[in-house]
Every structure is written in C-alpha cells, then in structure tokens.
C-alpha cells in the first residue's frame, strides 16, 4: 500500500495547506526552482520507503509513516548534541544546519521531507531560504542526502534538531 493512501479527508486537506504555504514561499521569495524544488512524484515512494527502511525500526513499525517517523527510529543510531530552539530565534535555529552536515558530505543536493510527506530536493542555501519562512504550525522536518547516509531531523514536539547516521 502506497504511504499517501492513509490519510484522511482531513488529514489530504491540511496536507496540501502545507503544500500550498512553500509554494507561496517559493514564488514570494523568488526562490530558483532549479536550486530548490518538489521532488518528482515519480519518485515519493521510493525517496520514503529508502528513507524510513534506512533509519526506522520497520520490523517493530512495519506500516510506512512519515508524521511522528522520529518516534521509529532504530535505536542504534549515532546522534549529535541537540540544537534547541525557543522558537523566537527561529533565524538562527536555521541557520545552524550547516553544523549538523558533515564536513565530508559527499553531496550539495539534498531532500527536505516535511510533514504531511511532501518532498523537496534542493540546494543547501535555497532549503534554508524556504525553511526560514517555514510555518512552525508545520511541524517537524528532515533533511538528507541523496545517498542516505546521514539524517537531519527537526523534531516540532521537542523544539530541536539534530543528525543521526548509522
């Protein structure tokens, strides 16, 4: 079963409410779609089933979800520090991404899963320009390379972000 088919009416609605508020961002902002853009929906599920197979306990969590995905997480994982925010320093918050990438990151495109499980794919400084307008209603986030190697997640609930790897 695709991931999409599990949403409700009203989960499809506020789902492209969020859709709809980046591409508002992205035409206000004048952000390049060639930096920054949604990802073919060609390829959504392959994008979410590599990553939740990547970094999810799909044994004890079989069903493919991207609202909470954080709360599957495999319990080995690697994990930096966390970087909190109080949701007034929201510029900041964002701009301290770059420490969470690693210095050898093998890629200068990434994904950006958000929730309701659009995915975008872009450019470092492009992703950045969008999330600092990001509604903060809109809750948690990640971002990764194309590789899969490391993962970024924004957790709404905890006010934080940090990087795990395996």
Same mark, same amino acid.
């Given at each position: 079963m695709n991931h999409q088919t599990c949403f409700s009416t009203e989960q499809q609605k506020v789902r492209y409410e969020m859709r709809n508020?980046?591409?508002?961002?992205l035409k206000e902002s004048h952000i390049d779609r060639t930096k920054f853009h949604e990802a073919s929906k060609k390829y959504y599920d392959k994008i979410i089933r590599?990553?939740?197979?990547?970094?999810?306990?799909?044994?004890?969590y079989p069903a493919i979800q991207t609202a909470y995905m954080w709360t599957r997480f495999r319990d080995h994982l690697k994990m930096t520090e966390l970087i909190k925010t109080d949701w007034d320093d929201w510029?900041?918050?964002i701009g301290k991404?770059?420490? /969470? @990438?690693p210095e050898n990151a093998p890629t200068k495109c990434y994904y950006l899963l958000v929730d309701g499980g659009w995915v975008y794919e872009g450019i470092l400084l492009e992703i950045k320009k969008?999330?600092?307008?990001y509604p903060i209603s809109m809750d948690d986030f990640y971002l990764f390379p194309k590789d899969y190697s490391w /993962? @970024?997640?924004?957790?709404?609930?905890?006010?934080?972000?940090?990087r795990v790897w395996k």
């Open positions: 508020e980046i591409e508002t961002i590599t990553l939740y197979y990547t970094y999810c306990d799909y044994k004890k510029e900041q918050y991404l770059d420490m /969470l @990438i969008v999330l600092l307008k /993962l @970024i997640n924004h957790c709404d609930d905890g006010g934080c972000m940090y």
